[in-house]
T-cell receptor
Framework: GDSVTQMEGPVTLSEEAFLTINCTYTATGYPSLFWYVQYPGEGLQLLLKATKADDKGSNKGFEATYRKETTSFHLEKGSVQVSDSAVYFCALRRNFGNEKLTFGTGTRLTIIP | ETGVTQTPRHLVMGMTNKKSLKCEQHLGHNAMYWYKQSAKKPLELMFVYSLEERVENNSVPSRFSPECPNSSHLFLHLHTLQPEDSALYLC???????????????FGPGTRLTVL
């Protein structure tokens, strides 16, 4: 079945550090890939997505590139801020069949000033 | 504000109680979802409604009973829950691709449920 594997957290970085959160997936065919973010006390918000190989999703300084050859969708940001502290979820969705999203376990990110 | 609201935000109930969670979406979507978020586990999809018909039920115990009276509202009726059912319950909506819409799901803030 489909699955998403994220690097285990928690991750703690200093402000302005470079961020990478690894995500790899297993799926049939070529799924769409997503990063969602969950700020404290809130639901999940879509951060970025990519729907086909070599697509790059970007938003709020975050980027992730759909790598079919390595089945990866790593999240990166060049200079993190305290306000980026949240839990980040990688997810996939097949491009056929039902609307089901398969999520990773989430990575908690804490940015210290 | 994502256009998906959930009430209540927090709920404490005993194992013999009956309660309901409510979700409402203001985005004109035609698919709605219930997820369970437990600590240190991936989000678990519980139910999917598309065009007001239940299209997925992921082996959820019968003590959870969903209801989708129209495309804007989704309920989760709870009865005789167990302490291990304590979790954050998230609702989401999307435009089903069969209707030509995108595949992005928009989530509500969740209901934090504690079963004593």
């Amino acid at each position: 079945g489909d699955s998403v594997t994220q690097m285990e957290g928690p991750v703690t970085l200093s402000e302005e550090a470079f961020l990478t959160i690894n995500c790899t997936y297993t799926a049939t065919g070529y799924p769409s890939l997503f990063w969602y973010v969950q700020y404290p006390g809130e639901g999940l918000q879509l951060l970025l997505k990519a729907t086909k190989a070599d697509d790059k999703g970007s938003n709020k300084g975050f980027e992730a590139t759909y790598r079919k050859e390595t089945t990866s969708f790593h999240l990166e940001k060049g200079s993190v801020q305290v306000s980026d502290s949240a839990v980040y979820f990688c997810a996939l969705r097949r491009n056929f069949g039902n609307e089901k999203l398969t999520f990773g376990t989430g990575t908690r990110l804490t940015i210290i000033p | 504000e994502t256009g998906v609201t959930q009430t209540p935000r927090h709920l404490v109930m005993g194992m013999t109680n009956k309660k309901s969670l409510k979700c409402e979406q203001h985005l004109g979507h035609n698919a709605m979802y219930w997820y369970k978020q437990s600590a240190k586990k991936p989000l678990e999809l519980m139910f999917v409604y598309s065009l007001e018909e239940r299209v997925e039920n992921n082996s959820v115990p019968s003590r959870f009973s969903p209801e989708c009276p129209n495309s804007s509202h989704l309920f989760l009726h709870l009865h005789t829950l167990q302490p291990e059912d304590s979790a954050l319950y998230l609702c989401a909506s999307s435009q089903a691709r069969g209707a030509g819409g995108t595949d992005t799901q928009y989530f509500g803030p969740g209901t934090r449920l504690t079963v004593l």
